[in-house]
T-cell receptor
């Protein structure tokens, strides 16, 4: 049971380039999330998904797109990277049992945009 | 909008001693969850402890316990018998229990805990 995994671990992009971050979970969780973490700040929600084929905007969605074609995967896309998107990106997933829900996080992807 | 405030950017503790990390939050809701996450240098976010707002009893997990004061909107984390492996950034987080599809976690800015041998 690998939990939540993220690919790649680290990436350097030039301004204007595009890339996709992959998140995979093997816990059969319904819900998945993408966060970004910047220095001196807590994590902020970019987009989330409550099920296969559904996505929704979070707190800071601009400049990102997401897709959830398979239940176990949640993709985060940057169409035209900007230096402001330099950050550490975390994926999380959760399963709702009644009113209980705990989010489990992946190891993070460090992205540097030059 | 809900906000989470951690007023201590950094804390330090001697090994084997006890330390308390503070967290306050602002919400108009009555049904919610509160969490403490630990982020060691590896950057992995690890759940430390969870508290359900409708439960009056404070949550405990081994050496970790919370002091949940709902009226004061305070949620502090106490680490007893501190160990070198406890050194990390600690984040307090809030989630409103809407019963719908809003599962957003709101995080504080974190407290960096140093454990001195």
């Amino acid at each position: 049971n690998a939990g939540v995994t993220q690919t790649p671990k680290f990436r350097v992009l030039k301004t204007g380039q595009s890339m996709t971050l992959l998140c995979a979970q093997d816990m059969n969780h319904e819900y998945m999330y993408w966060y970004r973490q910047d220095p001196g700040m807590g994590l902020r929600l970019i987009h989330y998904s409550v099920g296969e084929g559904t996505t929704a905007k979070g707190e800071v969605p601009d400049g990102y797109n997401v897709s959830r074609l398979k239940k176990q995967n949640f993709l985060l896309g940057l169409e035209s990277a900007a230096p402001s998107q330099t950050s550490v990106y975390f994926c999380a997933s959760s399963y709702k049992r009644g009113y209980q829900e705990t989010q489990y996080f992946g190891p993070g992807t460090r992205l540097l945009v030059l | 909008a809900q906000t989470v405030t951690q007023s201590q950017p950094e804390m330090s503790v001697q090994e084997a001693e006890t330390v308390t990390l503070s967290c306050t939050y602002d919400t108009s809701e009555s049904d919610y969850y509160l969490f403490w996450y630990k982020q060691p240098p590896s950057r992995q976010m690890i759940l430390v402890i969870r508290q359900e707002a409708y439960k009056q009893q404070n949550a405990t997990e081994n050496r970790f316990s919370v002091n949940f004061q709902k009226a004061a909107k305070s949620f502090s984390l106490k680490i007893s018998d501190s160990q070198l492996g406890d050194a990390a950034m600690y984040f307090c987080a809030y989630r409103f229990n809407s019963g719908g599809s809003n599962y957003k976690l709101t995080f504080g800015k974190g407290t960096l805990l140093t454990v001195n041998p």
